[in-house]
């Protein structure tokens, strides 16, 4: 079984200030994490993806991310956001090692908004 | 290069009727997957195609839901006698092999009225 936890469902920052998005992750399974963006009428575009190689993983427009397994997070930040960076950002995991399908298990999303 | 396609854009159908939307994948993607993102269950996982065949299905919310893939490529998902709580965005994506990064398309958005 496999779950992700967004723990806020709307962040506000102003533009220039840093941003951090908070996802808390459960797997039976070594996991593979990712974050995706969402822009409005817009696809899905992956932002960044952890796979068991380096825990510090850096992503497109500045994101990175840090794996911490002993406090199951993948906490997405990014030093000063931009007011293009205002979307819908998701947390997603998929297990490893499964021999199964891996579909790509959701969290509930974190609209970040940013402001002037 | 070309993304994951998906049509129509959008869809508004009759509450009972029956609707087919498509995806096409990037070409050379073996793999292919199904979402919904509805405003109550956010994003779900419906079906994943590796080649033509289906090997996770779990995620079908009913038995009016169907997808088939022809030929490795194209999917058509279909559902049948339609009811409100269909109403969603149904997004495809599409990777080179299992475990390995998916790429979405921009989604068909259903509307049963």
């Known amino acids: 079984a496999q779950s992700v936890t967004q723990l806020d469902s709307h962040v506000s920052v102003s533009e220039g200030t840093p941003v951090l998005l908070r996802c808390n992750y459960s797997s039976s399974y070594s996991p593979s994490l990712f974050w995706y963006v969402q822009h409005p009428n817009k696809g899905l575009q992956l932002l960044l993806k952890?796979?068991?190689?380096?825990?510090l993983v850096k992503g497109i427009n500045g994101f990175e991310a840090e794996f911490k397994k002993s406090e199951t997070s993948f906490h997405l930040t990014k030093p000063s956001a931009h007011m293009s960076d205002a979307a819908e950002y998701f947390c997603v995991v998929s297990p490893i090692n499964t021999g199964t399908a891996s579909k790509l298990t959701f969290g509930t999303g974190t609209r970040l908004q940013v402001t002037l | 290069g070309a993304g994951v396609s998906q049509s129509p854009s959008n869809k508004v159908t009759e509450k009972g009727k029956d609707v087919e939307l498509r995806c096409d994948p990037i070409?050379?993607?073996?793999?292919l997957y199904w979402y919904r993102q509805s405003l109550g269950q956010g994003l779900e996982f419906l079906i994943y195609?590796?080649?033509?065949?289906?090997?996770?299905k779990s995620g079908l919310p009913s038995d009016r839901f169907s997808a088939e893939r022809t030929g490795g490529s194209v999917s058509t998902l279909t559902i049948q006698r339609t009811q409100q709580e269909d109403s969603a965005v149904y997004l495809c994506?599409?990777?080179?092999?299992?475990?390995?990064?998916?790429?979405f398309g921009p989604g068909t958005r259903l509307t049963v009225t």
């Open positions: 994506a599409s990777s080179l092999g299992r475990g390995t990064e998916q790429y």
């Open positions: 952890y796979t068991s190689a380096a825990t």
């Open positions: 195609f590796q080649g033509n065949s289906a090997p996770d």
């Open positions: 070409s050379g993607h073996t793999a």
